[in-house]
């Protein structure tokens, strides 16, 4: 099987595929792991936004591979530009110290801006983008290496396990929680990396300090979280790729309401110890959660309503307005105009269902971002053979004539790859075969703060807050705030995720709910302390949703030929999932999709296992921090048939 291309749902079939004894050749003419799913250091985003600004000005030359084409085959071209990125704007709020002697991994250019655009063509200087690619290509049957730096020389690398067992579930603290049937062996010889770092002086960040520690940021360019009982968690563990990463509890979910950020209470405890809600409140809020958990064995108390959407609903349940707010925008977190009250009752179940399992708050983070999720597979993939070849671009799909079928493809050097099943993220498709597609678009945004949107005893939280819509039709903006323990940003600062369907540029889509949270951080600003965190640094883009499409919305490909989407503007990552599972039985109907891998110790002809396919001799050990400072979802010693 070849991949062109290196998502998360391609990475999960070729993980699949591989544990199941295929052959798996694994392209993408990115010089990075992920494709839109990846994370990025401060300078690799800078590096990412002048590739997107080069390539605009890109003019497709006459193909050479057409003269490879035989007389009994046809060539499907694929587009040698990626058009899932627009409306690319860049802004620099922090004070931008030039005298100062800037100097982070891959030299910076010292020219700052305030704005860029993706559409200009001085863009690259005015942004301070990298003058140089940093990341070389990599063919390898082996691990595939990081393309995003950890934060510390010494923290843990891609792949690094963590020896714990998800079988046993439990309750920590408000923070983080940690799963283990033993404690034993899960802080003996296990190097720690601490961050020894100083937050800067007097909460005055600049840009030169942003640049500095830029290789302290891990920066998604989708902002997604896993739910405890989700597709995702249950396939870590199942297949044992768990071992290869590490999650920190979401600590908050916060409510926007009357101006104000609250802290929505969501658990039991959390209800009864909440001072924002009166006695009848709790009540009330209880008494309708309880139903939520078991309303499909009363059907009677919402038949009814089934016409009606969920926001509706909720005003017939004798439900006072601060609790409707509190269940449709935060715990439910469906749409107030397009949701349906079953899709309302089924999305706070779910909630509800995923509370406690890992921690106070149904959601998981992935340490170092989202963008080592994709590589955790792609790991998997390498120790039972898969090959991967970074910057190495394919021009076209060559088809049988008489059989209709893919053969083959031909890649940049004209060479031709021979396989029986091929998969291509929708991206890599041309015009042409895309005519009558019609995509969605995501809005999203990435800014770097200096404070949470909420002020608390700990400067460690986790936040995910949902913005309602302003205006009719148009929809709300999620935000997740990430803090320095995620490994995703700087201490001193915060990275802040905004996300939500489009309806006009992601900038014009999302500054409003800026202005409304933040205040940028200029030169000019007055002494005084301000109430809103201060904006340092912003990004917007625009990217595109292809998650609806149907298969025969694309002209005349293949049967072999299957497609995979980018990113949708979920929250959760299930729609991946079921996709990957869909067209890995399309591939190998009858196998078990990403089967746990044996136990080496078991084996002891080597014949289970491709030779130098052995976990436990390549992955070291490894934790960035305390074994008690994040949660672990790990496959049950004994896996259930």
């Given amino acids: 099987m070849v991949c062109v291309f290196i998502g998360l749902p391609e990475s999960i079939i070729a993980a699949a595929?591989?544990?199941?004894?295929?052959?798996?050749?694994?392209?993408?003419?990115?010089?990075?792991?992920?494709?839109?799913?990846?994370?990025?250091?401060?300078?690799?985003?800078?590096s990412w936004i002048k590739e997107y600004q080069e390539s605009s000005g890109i003019v497709d030359e006459s193909p050479a591979w057409q003269e490879q084409i035989l007389e009994d085959e046809e060539a499907i071209a694929l587009s040698k530009m990626d058009k899932t990125i627009q409306h690319v704007e860049v802004f620099c709020y922090a004070s931008q110290d030039l005298q100062e002697d800037v100097e982070e991994a891959g030299a910076l250019q010292k020219?700052?801006?305030?704005?860029?655009?993706?559409?200009?063509?001085?863009?690259?200087?005015?942004?301070?983008?990298?003058?140089?690619?940093e990341s070389p290509s990599t063919t390898s049957s082996d691990v595939p290496a990081e393309q995003t730096p950890r934060s510390d020389p010494g923290s843990a690398p891609e792949g690094a396990e963590a020896e714990v067992s998800g079988?046993?579930?439990?309750?920590?603290?408000?923070?983080?929680?940690?799963?283990?049937?033993?404690?034993?062996?899960?802080s003996e010889n296990v190097p720690v990396a601490e961050d020894i770092t100083e937050p800067p002086k007097n909460n005055r960040i600049t840009y030169s300090q942003i640049v500095k520690e830029g290789r302290r940021f891990n920066i998604d360019l989708v902002s997604k979280l896993l739910y405890s009982r989700g597709l995702l968690i249950d396939l870590l563990i199942k297949s044992n790729v768990s071992r290869y990463a590490e999650f920190k509890n979401i600590t908050r979910i916060l409510a926007f309401r009357e101006g104000r950020v609250e802290q929505v209470p969501c658990s039991r405890a959390d209800v009864f110890n909440s001072k924002q809600l009166t006695m009848?409140?709790?009540?009330?809020?209880?008494?309708?959660l309880t139903f939520c958990m078991e309303y499909e064995e009363h059907p009677d108390e919402y038949k009814a309503y089934e016409e009606m959407t969920f926001s509706e609903y909720l005003k017939t349940q004798k439900l006072t307005p601060n609790l409707q707010h509190f269940v449709l925008h935060s715990i439910a977190m469906t749409s107030e105009t397009a949701s349906s009250t079953l899709d309302g009752l089924r999305a706070t179940k779910n909630f509800l269902h995923c509370l406690g399992r890992y921690g106070n708050t149904p959601f998981l983070f992935p340490l170092y971002g989202q963008g080592e999720l994709p590589q955790c597979f792609c790991r998997m993939c390498a120790v039972f053979g898969g090959i991967y070849c970074l910057r190495h671009s394919v021009q076209c799909l060559v088809v049988d004539k008489e059989s209709g079928k893919c053969k083959a493809i031909i890649d940049q050097f004209g060479q031709r790859i021979i396989a029986k099943h091929f998969l291509v993220e929708d991206s890599y498709f041309s015009e042409n075969t895309c005519s009558h597609v019609q995509y969605r678009q995501i809005s999203r945004a990435v800014l770097i703060?200096?404070?949470?949107?909420?002020?608390?005893?700990?400067?460690?939280?986790?936040?995910?807050?949902?913005?309602?819509?302003?205006?009719?039709?148009?929809?709300?903006?999620?935000?997740?705030?990430?803090?320095?323990?995620?490994?995703?940003?700087?201490?001193?600062?915060?990275?802040?995720?905004?996300?939500?369907?489009?309806s006009k540029t992601a900038r014009e889509d999302l500054e409003p709910v800026v202005e409304k949270l933040f205040t940028p951080h200029t030169e000019m600003e007055i002494e005084n302390e301000v109430e809103k965190p201060r904006l340092l640094w912003a990004l917007y883009f625009n990217m595109r949703?292809?998650?609806?499409?149907?298969?025969?919305?694309?002209?005349?490909?293949?049967?072999?030929?299957?497609?995979?989407?980018?990113?949708?503007?979920?929250?959760?990552?299930?729609?991946?999932?079921?996709?990957?599972?869909?067209?890995?039985?399309?591939?190998?109907?009858?196998?078990?999709?990403?089967?746990?891998?044996?136990?080496?110790?078991d084996i002891l002809d080597g014949d289970s296992l491709q030779p130098g396919a052995s976990e436990s001799g390549d992955i070291p050990e490894a934790s960035s921090e305390t074994p008690k400072e994040h949660a672990n979802p790990e496959k049950p010693e004994e896996p259930s048939e």
């Fill in 111 to 133: 020219n700052h801006a305030s704005a860029t655009s993706a559409n200009s063509t001085e863009a690259a200087d005015s942004a301070c983008l990298p003058t140089e690619d």
């Fill in 449 to 502: 703060t200096d404070r949470s949107v909420l002020q608390a005893d700990s400067d460690q939280q986790i936040s995910i807050l949902t913005v309602p819509p302003e205006e009719p039709g148009t929809s709300a903006v999620r935000v997740i705030e990430l803090c320095s323990s995620t490994m995703t940003c700087m201490k001193g600062t915060y990275l802040v995720h905004l996300t939500c369907a489009s």
């Fill in 17 to 46: 595929c591989s544990r199941s004894g295929q052959k798996v050749l694994h392209v993408d003419s990115r010089s990075y792991y992920g494709g839109n799913w990846a994370s990025f250091s401060f300078s690799g985003l800078l």
């Fill in 167 to 186: 079988e046993k579930e439990n309750l920590c603290d408000d923070k983080t929680c940690v799963l283990s049937t033993s404690e034993e062996g899960t």
């Fill in 280 to 288: 009848v409140e709790k009540r009330m809020l209880m008494k309708f």
């Fill in 545 to 601: 949703d292809s998650s609806d499409v149907s298969r025969n919305s694309y002209h005349d490909l293949p049967s072999n030929v299957y497609i995979c989407s980018g990113p949708d503007c979920g929250l959760g990552n299930d729609n991946a999932v079921k996709q990957a599972e869909s067209l890995f039985q399309q591939i190998c109907p009858n196998e078990d999709f990403c089967p746990p891998p044996p136990n080496p110790e």
